[in-house]
Structure formats: C-alpha cells, structure tokens
T-cell receptor, first 113, second 114 residues
C-alpha cells in the first residue's frame, strides 16, 4: 500500500486563486519532506525541503512567497500555490524517506485556467 | 555539482526482447542511486535502489541494475520486456546530508512494439 499519500490527485483552479496540496506520510513520521515539480515532458525538479516545525528551504529560482509550504505535524506537509497563473500548471509530487527508501506520493496535477 | 544523465530520450523495444536503459551520474561522494518508473498520468514507483554492497541490484517487475563505479554508471536492465513496461523511466541520485533529496535524470521513454 501507499506509504506517502497526496491529495488532491487532480485540481483545476482559476487564475489568481490559491490551491493547497497535501502530502501525508502513512504509518511513519517524517520530519522532512520534499516537493518536486514536473513540467510536461520534462524531468522532476526539486522545489523545496519542508521541515517540520520550521521554515521550508527553497531551491534557487523558486519563489517562496508563491509556493507556501507548511509542515505543521510529523505526518503532514502542505504546498499552497498562491495567486496561481497558467504557467504554474504542472505535476507536483512530494517525497519522504522511511529508512533507506525514498517514497513518493501519487502526485497532484494542477491546471490553472 | 551532482548530475544524472540519461543519454537516451526514447527507446523502442519489441515485446519479449531485452532492455537496457543507460544512466550516468556525477557525484563526489558515494552515490545512493535509484530507478523510478512513471506510467502516463501516474506518480513515481520505485523499481530498485543501490546504497552499498552487491553492485548488481534486483528490483521489482523483473528489473535489475548494475552499479559500476569505474564508469559512473547505473544501467537498468530487463531480460524480456512486456507491453506493460511501456512508461517513462527516471534514474536519480540522492544528495543532501541524509541523502533524502533526489536529482533526477531527464528520463527515458520506453515504447514497446508487438
């Protein structure tokens, strides 16, 4: 079964609105989770590291005020895309490590219209 | 900086034929290496991983990969592909203090023909 779960799997939102994506670790605690983005026909790129109880660490070129990350508990990290634009349409996927294995969520397809 | 190269963007293989997907990495320390598969419209599924020990790693769905330090390679192989293997395959190297962040290659799209 799934070790890391994401919700929603698909979401459509209007330009200018905000949308939240959840990433949950199931049956284990993850003090650190990771958010990746994948544009169509491209590879996955790390966006940020979500740290439980502290601020997220963003990769170069990722706007922290646009992509808000909250890691309020040991099993939940959320990514909020604020003031979404069509160019934010992408596949967003999170990961967490359990032991020596890095598990990914199912991913979330965001379409901004 | 670390990097992963997958030289083949697209590979077409006949069903039942053998498969090898290439992956080369550049990383200063001992690499933790992964192969993931992504079916259309789906998330990532872990096929196999290498941390240490035996350089030939067995994974799920009949896949295996061999770590060759001298060649900085971690090629994925399968002796006989099935139509359901058609997907995008990503090689990745783990980085960071706890090897939790992944740097991905650009992926190889596998097409299976009858």
């Amino acid at each position: 079964g799934a070790v890391v779960s994401q919700h929603p799997s698909r979401v459509i939102c209007k330009s200018g609105t905000s949308v939240k994506i959840e990433c949950r670790s199931l049956d284990f605690q993850a003090t650190t989770m990771f958010w990746y983005r994948q544009f169509p026909k491209q590879s996955l790129m790390l966006m940020a590291t979500s740290n439980e109880g502290s601020k997220a660490t963003y990769e170069q070129g990722v706007e922290k005020d646009k992509f808000l990350i909250n890691h309020a508990s040991l099993t939940l990290s959320t990514l909020t895309v604020t003031s979404a634009h069509p160019e934010d349409s992408s596949f967003y996927i999170c990961s967490a490590r359990q032991g020596n294995t890095i598990y990914f969520g199912e991913g979330s397809w965001l379409t901004v219209v | 900086a670390q990097s992963v190269t997958q030289p083949d963007i697209h590979i077409t293989v006949s069903e039942g034929a053998s498969l090898e997907l290439r992956c080369n990495y550049s990383y200063g320390a001992t690499p933790y290496l992964f192969w993931y598969v992504q079916s259309p419209g789906q998330g990532l599924q872990l096929l196999l991983k290498y941390f240490s020990g035996d350089t030939l790693v067995q994974g799920i769905k009949g896949f295996e990969a061999e770590f060759k330090r001298s060649q900085s390679s971690f090629n994925l192989r399968k002796p006989s592909v099935h139509w359901s293997d058609a997907a995008e395959y990503f090689c990745a190297v783990a980085i960071g203090v706890f090897n939790e962040k992944l740097t991905f290659g650009t992926g190889t799209r596998l097409t299976i023909i009858p």
